[in-house]
């Protein structure tokens, strides 16, 4: 199976790892419609400023609408699910939110491309869902567990979304990405945090220095998609896509300020810490599935990620509030 030629839709397609795999679809010669939500300056996310912008069919609307939901997907082949909201610490002030959006949107996502008889719906998760590893590293297998409520509403749409491949045999890929990080990120996550802080002064303001993450570089994870949607032995599966390899947010840190050539002095805020019981303390991917079936591995590195990283960041600062907490 090929990408080539197929009507694709994406939810949330302007942000962060969306913007990047509407790119990549284009480039690998898909149709893509961009489901992206309503505003009133009809502004796209990141897709603003991309190249691709005009190869791009745009549909408004809100995940959480059905009726918007179900005409985007009229005439589409495939779907790749990544609308959600995802800001861990907003989600412990404002959890119904995150269930509209992330449960009841994925319930609206799964009803139509059933209506719509879609070919394959690619669902995105989280690692959040697993909270703090029992085991290491993580396989699909691992126990799901709520920490916060984002992680929470995570996991009910996980499991809506396996109940519709079980009970309506609906073709249903989930991806499963480790922290994936590279440019468009937003401030909400430590990788941009720590980065422009850096570029922009020498002290960086964090809050835990010692849990531990599998980095993984936005394309790695837009190949696990683009795997996850032509590959016939993935439907009713989840793959995780992570490298295998963790760091210490101080290690990470430390790895930053050596590429970029400037010392630091590191400060640690109460505002920037979650809840004890909250905080994923380890998180360390074991991606063998998505390896064997899937034929999927990260081509770029941490190392190489964080300097395209740092490259991007350079050009656009003034597009973040450096220094500034963003919950």
Request: aromatic share 8%; net charge negative; glycine share 8%.
């Amino acid at each position: 199976m090929s990408i080539k030629g197929k009507k694709v839709l994406v939810t949330g397609a302007a942000g962060f790892i969306g913007s990047n795999l509407t790119e990549r679809l284009v480039k690998d010669g898909a149709e893509v419609r961009a489901y992206i939500h309503y505003n009133a300056l009809g502004t796209r996310g990141w897709l603003d400023h991309s190249e691709y912008v005009d190869d791009v069919e745009f549909v408004s609307g809100d995940i959480a609408d059905a009726d918007s939901v179900q005409a985007a997907m009229e005439d589409i082949d495939i779907v790749f699910h990544l609308a959600a909201l995802i800001g861990i610490p907003y989600s412990y002030n404002s959890p119904r939110s995150y269930v509209k959006t992330n449960i009841e949107g994925t319930l609206n996502v799964l009803q139509s491309a059933r209506k719509c008889n879609v070919s394959r719906v690619l669902h995105t998760s989280t690692s959040e869902v697993y909270g703090t590893a029992l085991t290491v590293p993580i396989s699909e297998e691992h126990p799901l567990q709520g920490q916060s409520p984002y992680s929470a509403t995570k996991i009910a749409a996980d499991k809506i979304a396996e109940s519709y491949h079980l009970s309506f045999d609906l073709p249903v890929v989930t991806i499963r990405p480790f922290n994936t990080f590279g440019p468009r990120q937003s401030q909400r996550a430590v990788i941009p945090t720590i980065i422009t802080q850096i570029l922009q002064g020498s002290e960086i303001k964090v809050g835990n220095l010692t849990s531990t993450r599998d980095f993984n570089f936005v394309s790695n994870t837009v190949d696990g998609f683009i795997q996850g949607a032509i590959c016939d032995d993935a439907i009713g599966r989840t793959f995780n896509l992570g490298t295998g390899k963790e760091i210490s947010i101080a290690s990470l840190i430390n790895l930053i300020s050596e590429i970029t050539g400037k010392k630091i002095e590191i400060k640690q805020e109460d505002e920037r810490l979650r809840p004890s019981g909250s905080e994923v303390d380890r998180l360390l991917a074991d991606s063998q599935l998505a390896n064997e079936l899937l034929n999927w591995e990260p081509r770029v590195s941490l190392r190489e990620g964080l300097a395209q990283t740092i490259d991007w960041l350079e050009q656009n600062i003034k597009m973040y509030q450096v220094g500034k907490y963003t919950v």
